[in-house]
């Protein structure tokens, strides 16, 4: 009982961190100007909305561009970060401790940092101001993430599953598709919606090696958010969070539907 109380007063507090800013958010999106000490705003506008709605058509493609450059950095991170977390759980090789170091270095350099080293090399390789360049130093700094996420993931279940799923008559590609992806299809979700986060949400990156060229939603929503008007930059965070709980929910759905569609196969062919 008393475990049970004490769960609840702490979703209660965790529902209100959350809901709190979000309330906060929808008021100022109202609002024009709120002034301490009063409790409520002194004036009310439609400014903001009315800016996002007259320029719908604009917003639509900057929406459009962002989700899909976030998708594809997202679904690489992915599948590089599935072979590699395979490699380093399954595999013994020469300078595996080396490597593995190197895979978490975006964590341990400053963004700062490691933008400036960067850039001057994607200078020399052509690759400044492109959205393959993005995409790349998008890739680098959230495949950690996804790697680490799916190294945890595969050290869980290991690969005694597939050997035995392979016993039965199951070839690699079976045994992978049909015993392992259904069961990290959890920690795959985890891995594609923290890969996509980061890049959707990456500014001085996206500013520095895009070059203002390739815009994406945060280099537009940003001068909003650091130059104090706060009615646009709240309509813009709630566009935001609109926005990623749609693409999550879709993530939700597109892992729901593989894996029902795995069931039915594997039951198909008896594995």
């Not at 815009?215 to 104090?228: E, N």
Request: glycine share 6%; aromatic share 12%; proline share 3%.
């Amino acid at each position: 009982m008393k475990k049970n109380k004490i769960n609840k007063i702490i979703l209660i507090i965790v529902g209100i961190c959350i809901l709190l800013p979000l309330l906060n958010l929808i008021i100022w999106s109202f609002t024009e100007r709120w002034a301490w000490p009063d409790l409520l705003p002194q004036t009310y506008s439609l400014r903001a909305l009315n800016e996002i709605f007259s320029r719908k058509e604009e917003m639509t493609k900057l929406f459009v561009s962002s989700i899909v450059l976030s998708m594809i950095v997202a679904m690489l991170s992915v599948i590089i970060g599935m072979m590699t977390a395979r490699a380093f759980v399954f595999y013994d090789f020469k300078g595996k401790r080396q490597l593995y170091f190197v895979t978490i270095l975006p964590f341990l350099i400053p963004a700062t940092v490691f933008a400036m080293g960067i850039h001057v090399l994607f200078i020399k390789w052509g690759l400044s101001n492109s959205i393959l360049g993005v995409i790349i130093v998008h890739l680098i700094y959230s495949l950690p993430y996804a790697t680490r996420l799916l190294m945890d993931g595969t050290m869980a279940i290991g690969n005694k599953l597939e050997e035995q799923a392979k016993v039965l008559g199951a070839n690699t590609y079976q045994a992978f598709t049909k015993v392992t992806l259904p069961i990290l299809s959890p920690v795959i979700l985890s891995s594609l919606s923290m890969s996509y986060i980061v890049s959707f949400s990456q500014y001085f990156l996206t500013l520095l090696i895009g070059g203002g060229k390739v815009k994406t939603f945060a280099i537009v929503m940003f001068p909003y958010l650091s130059g104090g008007n706060r009615n646009m930059a709240s309509v813009y965070s709630l566009v935001f969070l609109g926005i990623t709980l749609i693409i999550f929910s879709i993530f939700k759905i597109i892992v729901w539907k593989i894996n029902k569609n795995i069931n039915v196969n594997t039951d198909f062919y008896g594995i």
